[in-house]
Each structure stands twice: as C-alpha cells, then as structure tokens.
C-alpha cells in the first residue's frame, strides 16, 4: 500500500507538490505531481497542469495525463471527462465507453448510473444502456440496489430495473443514500432514519440528518451536533459532536468545537478519534483528518500535515499545506480488488 503525500513548496501553504510514501514512510515515488489520490484497485489518480491520469504502484503512468477529469476505480472501472463528456476508461488505459454522457457514477454489480439531459438511467459495462434514463435523479448501485427519484419521490429499484422500494421518501436536505451493511438513509416528513431491504425503518425518522453505517455505526445529527446509531436504532454514542465522520479500523474522527469563529489555525485543531465505546483514543489536536487505512491516516494540525499510525505517532510528516478534502474517496463502496497487484514494501 502507498499513500499520497503532499510537500510544500515555498512559503505559501497553497503551493505543493505531491508523490507518495509506504507503510514505513519511506518516499517511493517522488512528489512531482500537482495533486494525487489514494490508490483503489491498483491505481491512483494523479494531476499535473489540470490534466489527470493514473500511475500504479511502481510509479509508471497507466492513464496518460491528458483527462480533464478522471475518477477512483470500481469494478476494474472509471470514469473520465474530456470536452465536458463523461466515458469510461479500463485499468489498461483503454476506452471502454466513449465520452457521450453528462455524467457516470461508480460501477456497482456491473452497473453504472448515467445522467443524459436532465434525466438519469443505468448502463452495463461496454456502455449499453440497460435501464432507459426517464428518472428525476439516482445513484449508483449498492448491495443489489439504486436509490431513484420519480414524482419527486425517492425509492429503490434492483438491477433489472424493476422496483424494489416503492418512491415515498422525501429527502428534502439531500439524496437517499445508498445501502450499507443493509441498511440505508432516508428521510419521512422532514425527519432522516434508516431502513432495512424491506423498506422497513430500523432507525425510525427522528434526526435532522443521518449518514451511511460502517463497521455496524452510523452518524446521525440532532440540533447541529453529531453522535451514532447501532443497527437496531439505539443512540449508542450521544449526539455532542460537530462533525462524527464514520469508522474504518475501529476508530472515527470527530470535531468537539462549538462552531463559532476561531482566532488562529491552532484554536481550530479541535478534531481526535473515538473508538466504538467513544472513547477517545487519539486527542483533539487536528485541523483535518482522513479516515485509518492500513493502520495510517492522513491528519493536518497547525504546523504539519503527514500520516500517524494509531499510537498517535507521525510516521511521515511535512510543514503544513492547504490541500483541501483529506478523505476523497469516502463516499465510495467497499473496494474490490480485481486481479492480484504486487505492493511495494
């Protein structure tokens, strides 16, 4: 596994230059690029001169950097921009569905959502259109189903198009999520819970928003602060936080701060991580934070921005650099590996 890192160049916190680390934090690949991206299924996208492309774990460039917008894989799968079209390109670098839609999401059971004018329907993998688009809005598949919206309305339908939860959610604030450990987020007279593959609510609506489950917890908001729900709806971890991202690994960040304005960077490191007892495990010192993979996460405080590893130690750490969202790829399914690729130590 490797890890994107960032190194400032210069004074301004704006100004980097990105390559990766290993485990131990050793530099493997040099920082040469403008910005990069974790890997997924082999690959990491990578920018230089507003163009993306992909190198894999040797540092070799797969995708020429020539897109005007490239996505993390799914499925052996991406989608890519150019000219404001969206297509579909390959692990090889090859051009599996030329650039012909407004938008394609993540591929999902073999499945991709596309969005064509105003409207929304699914493709295969070589790009057929399998479900036609007459949909309001919709998602990507996820565990066998797609969030949809019809009449203004959203439900979910299974692969072959037919329905599976009939449209009555009305998700005013957002989107009805997609299914996570079988359960996914909805929302009922202006109120967010969960329900099951049946349609049934396990978390009944009572939040004024709710998030997806991971590791068997799930994020849900009452009054602008932040706890978690278990999977038969008890609030297990009380809602005092800010912001409670989800857990990976055991551990999950979360923002202790009021809200209010901050004087300097340093009063605004106000985010640690919790264990599934919420405990904390890791203090309140960071401006930003990723999510734990591979036991390292990415983390930001006043003076560095580097990895730690869950004794709380830097492993790699640089002078502080503005780089916008740490964890890209959060909203992404679970990562299947498609064929063996060999890591470097």
Same mark, same amino acid.
């Given at each position: 596994? @490797? ?73 052996? @799968? ?19 569905? %030329? ?33 036609? %688009? ?25 692969p072959d198009g037919s329905s599976a939860i009939e ?6 604030? #957002?989107?009805? #999520?997609?299914?996570? =450990? ?75 701060g009021t809200g209010a304005a901050h004087k300097t ?21 960071? @401006? ?11 983390? =930001? ?23 916008? @969202? ?20």
């Amino acid at each position: 596994m @490797l890890y994107p890192i960032f190194v400032r160049q210069g004074r301004s916190a704006k100004r980097y230059k990105a390559g990766y680390i290993n485990r131990t934090g050793q530099v493997v690949i040099e920082p040469i690029y403008d910005h990069a991206f974790p890997f997924r299924e082999g690959l990491a996208k990578v920018r230089k001169d507003d163009k993306n492309g992909a190198i894999d774990l040797t540092g070799n460039v797969v995708i020429p950097i020539k897109f005007d917008q490239l996505d993390a894989f799914t499925e052996g @799968l991406a989608e890519f921009h150019v000219a404001q079209k969206a297509g579909i390109i390959d692990l090889s670098g090859n051009i599996v569905v %030329p650039p012909r839609f407004k938008h394609i999401s993540h591929y999902s059971d073999g499945m991709a959502c596309i969005q064509m004018g105003d409207l929304y329907g699914f493709i295969d993998r070589s790009g057929n259109i399998v479900i036609p %688009p007459f949909f309001e809005d919709a998602r990507g598949f996820s565990e066998g189903m797609a969030a949809v919206k019809l009449g203004g309305k959203w439900g979910y339908i299974f692969p072959d198009g037919s329905s599976a939860i009939e449209p009555r959610f009305i998700c005013e604030r #957002g989107m009805a #999520g997609p299914f996570r =450990e079988g359960l996914a987020r909805v929302a009922l007279n202006g109120k967010w819970g969960h329900i099951d593959k049946s349609g049934h609510f396990v978390t009944s609506p009572q939040f004024d928003m709710a998030y997806e489950f991971s590791e068997g917890l799930a994020t849900v908001e009452i009054n602008k602060r932040q706890g978690y729900v278990n999977a038969t709806g008890d609030l297990v971890i009380p809602t005092r936080y800010l912001r409670a991202a989800s857990f990976s690994e055991g551990l999950a960040a979360v923002d202790v701060g009021t809200g209010a304005a901050h004087k300097t960077i340093g009063d605004a490191c106000e985010t640690g991580f919790i264990n599934r007892q919420g405990d904390f495990v890791i203090e309140p010192r960071f @401006l930003s934070v990723g999510r734990f993979k591979d036991e390292l996460c990415l983390v =930001e405080d006043e003076k560095y921005i580097g990895y730690i590893d869950k004794s709380r130690d830097f492993v790699w750490k640089t002078g502080w650099t503005d780089i916008g @969202l740490s964890d890209p790829h959060h909203l992404l399914p679970p990562e299947r590996n498609i064929h063996p690729i060999t890591s470097i130590n």
